[in-house]
């Protein structure tokens, strides 16, 4: 029976050892945290990675309800700049990271076995297997161990890594009751965005400008957005203060790395961390993993079949990478006539979508 080993115990981790289980391999999963879960707050799947999901056998991710009303993007004092229904764009699921995780590692059967408290400092391959810490070894390593991947950089020492961006983000999880469709409101420098998730509370992210290490918690972002319209007070009012989390956002230099070195392979964040602008990260390593057991299931040699996987997720992932950066740029100017100019394009877009969809 071939055996691998997955690096790292996030989404795509645990998405990569339920695709090889499924393949009929041996799978060991190593994480560094004393126990096995996730933390953060809302994510959304979008439809390619909810039918990777599927096909995987993960079962309780479906479309959430209908929206209670419009979505789309507002400017700060509340005025529309661009529904959703114009642009005609298709929604994704919205759910805790914590119960996608959930609904993934229940699909783990006695193919896969978890190490917990396990950390990587030692990756060495030859042509028959890899070792991890002269102490595991497999025919095949799976790197799902995040943007400042350990073995990323044993690989390629002379890549670049990782980029700031040149802002932080907040995220929170609000149990209060509101009828709004969500979507995301655009001001000088910052932005705020929210969504329901599938059991009814409320996702919420925003970002500032600010230079890298700053610090900040929720009476910060009540100062930045407290102001703004209805509901985001509410929303900010509704979440407790000591659930906040902030992270400064990175992404990955371009161009990236090749995916596949040997029998090591970069999967999710590791090959491809980008900024959350276009909410594709953790869909990219669900679709990273789908791609892995298709091409493995093809029944090509193993060589081969990693490097079809290059081949197909290397490019697509370089594309999002591009894209949500140019996303994150155009959001999050603070030049206030560059901001109108902005805003005024964004709306002229949505009505010639609309006009269009009309036809």
Known sequence: MSTAIVVGAGIGGVTAAVALQRCGWQVTVLERAPELGEVGAGISVWPAAVAVLEELGVKGVEKAAALSAPAGMHKPDGRWVVEAADLGVELPVMIHRAQLHDLITDQFGPGITVRTGYTVTKVVQDDSGVTINDDLRADLVVAAD????????????????????????????????????????????QRFGFARLIDGRIYWYATANQPAGQSGDHATVTSDFGDWHEPIPTILAGTPPEAVLQNDIHDLSVPLVPFVLGRVLLLGDAAHAMTPNLGRGACSAIEDAGALARHLAGGAELGTALAAYDRERRPLTTKLVKRSRGVGRVGQVENRVVCAIRDGLLGLGGKLVSLRRRK
């Open 146 to 189: 995040g943007i400042r991947s350990v073995i990323r950089q044993t690989l390629y020492p002379e890549y670049k890594g990782t980029r700031y961006s040149g802002y932080t983000a907040y995220r929170g999880i609000a149990d209060v009751q509101i009828d709004d469709g969500g979507g995301e409101t655009w001001g000088r420098g």
